[in-house]
């Protein structure tokens, strides 16, 4: 079980706003939807977005999980 926080932090933004978008993805090129999904706040069908308002620059993932058909791991 891994437990902590997860960051994403775009530089150079310059005061813009932006979506990020998290998922899960195969570990090998060509990357693939995995079947795993994410769960949490800002999340929905196993995909979590999140709009950066201008001057923000890092968004902090909290309660954000993975998902699979057997159990449920912490991030």
């Given at each position: 079980?891994?437990?902590?926080?997860?960051?994403?932090?775009?530089?150079?933004?310059?005061?813009?706003?932006?979506?990020?978008?998290?998922?899960?993805?195969?570990?090998?090129p060509?990357?693939h939807?995995?079947p795993?999904?994410l769960?949490?706040?800002?999340?929905?069908?196993?995909?979590?977005?999140?709009r950066?308002?201008?001057?923000?620059?890092?968004?902090?993932?909290?309660m954000?999980?993975?998902m699979?058909?057997?159990?449920?791991?912490?991030?």
């Open positions: 079980m891994l437990s902590g926080f997860v960051f994403s932090q775009i530089k150079h933004l310059n005061g813009l706003s932006a979506i990020i978008v998290v998922s899960c993805v195969s570990r090998d060509p990357y939807p995995h795993h999904n769960v949490g706040k800002d999340c929905k069908d196993g995909v979590c977005t999140v950066l308002k201008q001057q923000q620059n890092t968004v902090k993932y909290v954000m999980k993975i699979s058909d057997y159990s449920e791991i912490n991030l």
